[in-house]
C-alpha cells in the first residue's frame, strides 16, 4: 500500500488520531492511554499533516504518470523507449530528468559492446511501482519504486543466462547501465565535496554518492546513493559511477558498473541499484548494518536488515526511531512492540538491545569500521583500526549487554511479521532522553545470512513499525480502589480542582485550560476524603453523590445562567462538603464543622463517575 499512514489508521480502527509527525501517527487508547506507531519512513509531508501516498497515478499532458503525493513531485511517460523517461521535480521547483540508455560490457580499456537498447515495451503501474517488463529484452528488466524519500531505479537480471559472454577482453570487465541527464539551471553535480565543472571529454569516477546541489546555496536536493549491486541472497557488491559530458553543455552521461567478477558468483535474480533520494531531515529515522567481511563499505538504502552470527562474517543490524523523542516528557511507558518481516526463510535465534550513548553519533553511512564514515570510530574499536572489535559488536561498550527482546523464526514463509514485545524500562529510558537506536543480532551459529525487510523495503506495509503505548504526565491512581471520585466539565467551561485525601501521604491534582473538557478519574482511599472545587462563569457544572446507606442520596446541579441549589453537610468530620455560589462564579467549598445534632452518614464515592 502506498500510503503507509492509512494502512496504520485501518489497524487502529475505531481509535481517535491524537497527534501527528513526520514519521508517527498517535491513537487515543482510552483511560488516559496513548497509543504512539512510528516508522523509519516518513508518513506525512514535510511540515504538515498530509499524508503520503506514492502510488503512480494517471497523469495529463507529455506525462502519462505521476505520483499522488510526496514531499517531491515524479512525472513518467508509459513507454519505455519514448525519451526522457522520468523527472524528478524538488519543492524548491528544481528538476532533473533522467532517461535509460543501452546496457553494456566495458573494461578497463573503456572499449564496449553494447548487449541491448531500451525496448518499446509499456509501463505497468502497480500501486507505487512502475515496471517495464524486459525492458532490455528477455530477462532484464527495468523499475522504478517510489518510496516517501527515494526514487528506487531497478535493473533485475533474472539469470546469469540472460547475459552474453563479452568479447571485450582484459582483467577488468564491468556490467554497464548509461542514463542520460538534464537538469534546471539552478542544479550542479558534486562528487566526492567537488563540485563537477562539467568538462567536455573529461571523465570522472566514483563509489560514493552523486550530490545535485542548489546552484545558489549548494543545498542538497537531492542524491544518487552509492550505487550498489544485491543478489537474491543479499549478497551486495559496491559499484562504480562515472559521469562525463560528450558534445555540448547538455550532452551529460551517468554510468553505473558492476563487476563481472561478482555477477558470475552471485545468486539470481540480481537487481543493480542507483537510488535517487531526496535530502533527508536532520532527524530522519535511520536503518543500516555493518558486515565484517566487507569492512568499508556501507549498505545505507539495502532493501534489507542482514544478520549472520559467524567469525569474520559478522552483521549487526542497527535502526533508530527517532521520533520516539517527541513523546511527552515525563509520559509513562505501558508497553512496546517492534515489528518487522522476514525476507530469508529457517530457524534462527536472534536478540534485540538497546544502542548505548557512547555510539550516538552513527549515521546510515556507517560500516564495520566507522560509525560516521571516516569522522566516527565505533566505541568498542579500541584500537581505531576497524578490527574484530569494531562494527557495534562488542556488548557493554556499543550496546547495552541486557536484552531488549529475543526471538526466534521456526522456517516461516517470506513476508511473516514478527511482532517483538520490548523490555518497557530501556524504552522508558529512550522516551527520557536516551535514544540512541536498536541493535540487532544473532544468537545461534549458522555461517549463513539471515535478512529481514529494512525501511527501504519495496513493499511498504513490511517496513519496520515500532508501538508504544503511555500514559502522559500528571495522573496519579491511588489504591485501595474503594471509592472513585470523577469530575467533568462541558466546554467551553474552566474547571479546576483539588482533592485533598488522607492520610497526608497520597493528593492530587486536576486542571484543564478552556475550552478543553477535562476527562479523568481518581481512586481514593482510605474512605475518609475531603473535596475542595471552583469553577469560573460560565461554567456549567454537574455532579452527584452516592451516600449510604443507599436509602439517602444527595445530588446538586446548576443550569445557565448559574443557580445553585442545595447544601450538605456530613460528620463524623473528616466527610463533608458544602455548595455556595456568587453569580456568576460556582465555588464548590470547604466542609462546615458537623455538629453532634448532624444527621449520621456514611459517604461513598461512586466507582467511575466519568466527566
Known amino acids: 500500500m502506498a500510503n503507509r499512514a492509512a494502512l496504520i489508521r485501518q489497524e487502529n480502527l475505531g481509535r481517535t488520531v491524537t497527534r501527528r509527525g513526520r ?7 482510552g483511560g488516559g492511554v496513548t497509543r504512539f506507531v512510528a516508522t523509519l519512513d516518513p508518513l506525512h509531508v514535510r511540515g504538515s499533516a498530509t499524508e503520503i501516498d506514492t502510488a503512480f497515478v494517471s497523469d495529463t499532458g507529455a506525462w502519462q504518470w505521476k505520483l499522488a503525493q510526496a514531499d517531491f513531485q515524479v512525472h513518467a511517460r508509459s513507454v519505455f523507449n519514448a525519451g526522457n523517461l522520468v523527472e524528478w521535480r524538488h519543492e524548491s521547483g528544481e528538476w532533473i530528468i533522467v ?81 542520460t541527464l538534464s537538469t534546471s539551471t539552478g542544479v550542479d553535480l558534486w562528487l566526492d565535496g567537488v563540485k563537477w565543472e562539467k568538462t567536455n571529454g573529461v571523465r570522472v569516477k566514483t563509489a560514493n554518492r552523486i550530490e545535485f546541489r542548489n546552484t545558489a546555496n549548494t543545498q542538497v536536493l537531492w542524491y544518487a546513493d552509492a550505487p550498489v549491486a544485491t543478489d537474491a541472497n543479499g549478497e551486495a557488491v559496491i559499484c562504480e559511477y562515472e559521469v562525463r559530458r560528450s558534445g555540448g553543455p547538455t550532452a551529460l552521461f551517468i554510468t553505473v558498473r558492476v563487476p563481472r567478477a561478482w555477477l558470475l558468483t552471485a ?6 541499484d542507483p537510488t535517487l533520494t531526496t535530502q533527508p531531515d536532520a532527524t530522519a529515522g535511520i536503518d543500516s548494518f555493518t558486515r565484517e567481511n566487507d569492512p568499508t563499505s556501507p549498505t545505507p538504502t539495502n532493501i534489507s536488515w542482514s544478520t549472520n552470527p559467524a567469525a569474520t562474517n559478522r552483521r549487526f543490524n542497527l535502526a533508530k526511531f527517532t521520533d520516539v523523542d517527541t513523546i511527552p516528557d515525563g509520559s509513562t511507558v505501558t508497553a512496546a512492540t517492534l515489528s518487522i518481516w522476514n525476507t530469508s526463510v529457517g530457524s534462527r535465534s536472534f536478540t534485540l538491545n538497546s544502542i548505548l550513548a557512547a555510539n550516538s553519533g552513527w549515521v546510515e553511512g556507517l560500516t564495520w569500521n566507522y560509525a560516521a564514515p571516516s569522522t566516527i570510530r565505533w566505541a568498542g574499536d579500541t584500537g581505531s583500526d576497524g578490527g574484530t572489535d569494531a562494527g557495534c559488536s562488542v556488548s557493554g561498550t556499543d550496546w547495552n549487554a541486557s536484552a531488549l527482546a529475543t526471538f526466534s523464526t521456526a522456517g516461516e514463509a517470506a513476508g511473516t511479521e514478527y511482532p517483538i514485545s520490548l523490555d518497557i524500562t530501556q524504552v522508558q529510558a529512550w522516551v527520557d532522553g536516551g535514544n540512541y537506536g536498536i541493535l540487532q543480532r544473532r544468537t545461534d551459529a549458522a555461517n549463513v545470512n539471515f535478512d529481514f525487510r529494512s525501511s527501504d523495503h519495496t513493499t511498504a506495509a513490511e517496513r519496520p513499525e515500532l508501538v508504544i503505548d503511555y500514559t502522559a504526565a500528571g495522573g496519579t491512581t491511588i489504591t485501595p480502589p474503594e471509592a472513585v471520585a470523577a469530575f467533568s466539565a462541558i466546554a467551553p467551561a474552566v ?17 484543564a485550560i478552556a475550552p478543553a473538557v477535562m476527562l479523568g478519574s481518581l481512586a481514593i482511599a482510605p474512605a475518609f476524603a475531603g473535596m475542595v472545587g471552583t469553577a469560573i462563569a460560565p461554567t456549567v457544572i454537574k455532579g452527584s453523590l452516592s451516600i449510604a446507606p443507599p436509602n439517602a442520596e444527595a445530588v446538586m446541579s446548576t443550569n445557565d445562567p448559574v443557580k445553585v441549589l442545595g447544601s450538605l453537610s456530613m460528620a463524623p468530620a473528616f466527610a463533608g462538603a458544602a455548595l455556595t455560589a456568587i453569580a456568576p462564579t460556582v465555588v464548590i467549598g470547604a466542609p462546615p464543622v458537623a455538629g453532634s445534632g448532624g444527621r449520621k452518614w456514611r459517604l461513598r464515592l461512586q466507582p467511575r463517575i466519568h466527566m
Do not use: C, M
Open 23 to 29: 514519521r508517527f501517527i498517535e491513537f487515543d487508547l
Open 99 to 179: 532517461d535509460p540508455q543501452s546496457i553494456n560490457w566495458i573494461n578497463q580499456d573503456l572499449s564496449r559492446q553494447q548487449i541491448a537498447i531500451k525496448q518499446a515495451v509499456t509501463g505497468i503501474s502497480n500501486d507505487y511501482t512502475l515496471s517495464f517488463p524486459a525492458g532490455y529484452g528477455a530477462g532484464r528488466h527495468f523499475s522504478y519504486t517510489a518510496h516517501p524519500s527515494r526514487l528506487i531505479k531497478h535493473i533485475t537480471i533474472d539469470s546469469l543466462a540472460n547475459l552474453p559472454t563479452p568479447s571485450v577482453t582484459g582483467p577488468s570487465i564491468w556490467f554497464e547501465a548509461e542514463w
Open 267 to 272: 545468486t539470481y535474480p540480481v537487481a543493480i
Open 495 to 511: 474547571l479546576k480542582g483539588s482533592l485533598s485525601i488522607a492520610p497526608a501521604n497520597a493528593a492530587a491534582v486536576t486542571g
